[in-house]
């Protein structure tokens, strides 16, 4: 169902309800793992595919600096200048 490289290749299916009731399979939540990385200062253009690019040269590995910051909505950790994650090593 994902490609080996996804975040949710082992991830297991769940079964479960949508909001009209109708049964559904979604993903299981996955652990966050714990990591340490480089504390980086966000930039007023900064996006997290460009950031991943320099830090892993996959543009489509964005995810690991959200995860490293447990941030739900990931474009959130580069909407605010001045503000400061981190930014997970190889």
Avoid: C
């Avoid at 949710?8 to 079964?15: E, N, W």
């Avoid at 900064?46 to 690019?53: E, G, S, T, V, Y």
């Avoid at 830090?55 to 995810?63: A, E, G, K």
């Amino acid at each position: 169902m994902f490609l080996e490289n996804s975040r949710y290749f082992r991830q297991p299916l769940v079964d479960g309800t949508n909001s009209v009731g109708q049964p559904v399979k979604a993903i299981a939540l996955r652990r966050l793992p714990t990591v340490n990385g480089e504390a980086r200062v966000i930039q007023e253009k900064d996006r997290l595919d460009i950031m991943a690019q320099r830090q892993y040269l996959q543009p489509t590995w964005f995810w690991h600096i959200a995860d490293a910051n447990s941030e739900l909505k990931s474009n959130e950790l580069v909407k605010k200048p001045l503000r400061t994650i981190i930014v997970p090593g190889q």
